[in-house]
C-alpha cells in the first residue's frame, strides 16, 4: 500500500503549531482552541484509525489546557469548565469518532485498490508478456501504458513469436473497454501464438485468427459483444531475407523508420477490423517492404497519435521519430513514454502500446527482395 505524502502525514502537527502561534495573541472573544475540533479529520487524511483516537484525546487535552491557562489571552482558569469550551469537548470527541471510521474507511479502500493493483499486474504479465529483447539478429522492444492508474491493463495488446517462417509481430486494439475487452485481447493473443507457428502463409495466419475471434463473439452472444471488433497489424520477417510482409485490418499503419527517412507503410489496401472480415470475404492483401540492416519498425495503436495537448493539438508522431531515427528499441520508446506523458501534461485519454523491432546495421541478412 503506497505511503500518503511527507507533507500530508506532517499536516497534524503544523495544524496544531499554528492554533498554538495565534491562540496567544488572539483576543478572548475569538478562542482560536475552537478549531482543534477539526484536528481528528486532519489527521485522518493520512493516518491510521489508532493515530485518529490518539488525537483525539490529544486534541480534548490541549483543548482543555488552553481554555485553563491564564495566560492565554488573558483567560481565568474558571474557563475551563465553561459550557463553550464544554461543548467544544464534546464536539471534538464526536468529530473524533467520525474521524477513526473514516480512518478506517480510508484504509481499507487503500489496502483494497493496492490487492486489485497487484492482481492486475499479474494479469497484465500473463496477458502481455515481455517480448524478448532479441530474437535473431533482431532487436525488440516493447511499451505498454494504462490511461487508467487503477486497471492498469484494457484492450490493447502485441506480440512477437519467433517461427520456423520468421518472428512474426501483432499489434493491436479492441473496441470497447473493461473486462469484454481484456477477455477478447486475452483470446486474441492465444490464438495468435498458436497458429504463427502452423500456418507458412501470413494470410493464412491472419484468416484463422479471424476465425477464431469470430468463433469467441458466437459463443459469447448478445448483440453488443458480437459487434465487438478489433484492429491489429501483422507483421511478418523472415530470416532469410532482407524484407518485411505486412497485412493491416483496420489499423494505424506501422512506420518504417530508416538512416535516411520515416514513413508510414500504408497503400491504402487495409483489410476490415478482425470479426468484421466476414462481412467483406475478400482475401486478405499482403504488402512488402524492404527492410535493410539499420532500419527500424514501429508498431503502435491509435493512442499515441490521438494524445492531445492541453490545446487539443494531436501528437506529432511522425515529427518525434525523424529527430530520433538513430535510437535503438529501448532509447525510442523510453523517450517515446515519457514525451507523451509531457505532451498530454501526465493525462493519458487512451491506453497505449507500441513495439519497435531494429535491424542492426552489421545484420547478415540477405539482400531485399523487389518491395510490393
Known amino acids: 500500500m503506497p505511503a500518503p505524502p511527507a507533507w500530508l502525514r506532517w499536516l497534524p502537527v503544523l495544524y496544531v503549531a ?43 487535552l490541549l483543548e482543555g489546557v488552553l481554555a485553563g491557562t491564564p495566560c492565554c489571552a488573558g483567560r481565568p482558569v474558571g474557563y475551563l469548565w465553561e459550557r463553550h469550551y464544554v461543548a467544544a469537548y464534546i464536539c ?12 478506517g474507511h480510508r484504509t481499507h479502500r487503500e489496502r ?12 497484465q504479465r500473463v ?4 517480448v524478448p529483447h532479441r530474437i535473431g539478429d533482431l532487436l525488440l522492444e516493447s511499451l505498454y501504458l494504462s490511461a487508467a492508474a487503477e486497471a492498469r491493463i484494457g484492450g490493447d495488446l502485441y506480440e512477437a513469436v519467433p ?18 475487452a481484456v477477455e477478447t485481447a486475452a483470446a486474441l493473443l492465444g490464438a495468435f501464438r498458436e497458429a504463427a507457428h502452423d500456418e507458412p502463409a501470413l494470410p493464412a495466419l491472419v484468416d484463422r485468427v479471424e476465425t477464431s475471434m469470430t468463433r469467441r463473439a458466437a459463443q459469447l452472444g448478445g448483440h453488443e459483444v458480437g459487434e465487438r471488433f478489433v484492429t491489429a497489424v501483422f507483421v511478418e520477417i523472415p530470416s532469410e531475407s532482407a524484407l518485411i510482409r505486412v497485412v ?18 500504408d497503400n491504402g489496401r487495409s483489410a476490415p477490423p478482425l470479426n468484421l472480415g466476414v462481412l467483406v470475404g475478400e482475401p486478405y492483401h499482403v504488402e512488402t517492404y524492404a527492410f535493410r540492416p539499420g532500419d527500424q519498425l514501429l508498431l503502435y495503436t491509435d493512442g499515441i497519435t490521438e494524445t492531445r495537448d492541453p490545446d487539443g493539438a494531436f501528437y506529432p508522431l511522425l515529427q518525434r521519430l525523424r529527430a530520433w531515427r538513430s535510437l535503438s528499441p529501448r ?21 497505449i502500446a507500441a513495439l519497435a523491432v531494429r535491424r542492426p546495421a552489421d545484420s547478415p541478412s540477405a539482400p531485399p527482395a523487389s518491395p510490393a
Open 331 to 351: 532509447k525510442l520508446l523510453e523517450r517515446l513514454h515519457h514525451d507523451l506523458l509531457d505532451y498530454s501534461g501526465d493525462r493519458l485519454q487512451d491506453d
Open 18 to 60: 499554528v492554533i498554538l502561534l495565534l491562540e496567544p495573541v488572539t483576543p478572548v472573544q475569538w478562542p482560536v482552541s475552537f478549531v482543534l475540533i477539526a484536528l481528528p479529520l486532519v489527521t485522518a487524511f493520512a493516518h491510521s484509525p489508532l493515530v485518529v483516537a490518539g488525537a483525539t484525546l490529544f486534541a480534548v
Open 127 to 130: 496477458l502481455l508478456r515481455p
Open 112 to 123: 483494497t485498490l493496492a490487492d486489485v493493483r497487484f492482481v492486475a499486474d499479474i494479469a
Open 248 to 265: 493491416n485490418c483496420g489499423h494505424p499503419p506501422p512506420v518504417l523508420i530508416g538512416p535516411a527517412e520515416v514513413r508510414e507503410l
Open 92 to 103: 471534538t470527541a464526536l468529530v473524533g469518532v467520525l474521524g477513526t471510521i473514516l480512518a
Open 163 to 180: 517461427t520456423a517462417y520468421g518472428v512474426r509481430l501483432l499489434i493491436g486494439d479492441v473496441r470497447g473497454k473493461g473486462l469484454l
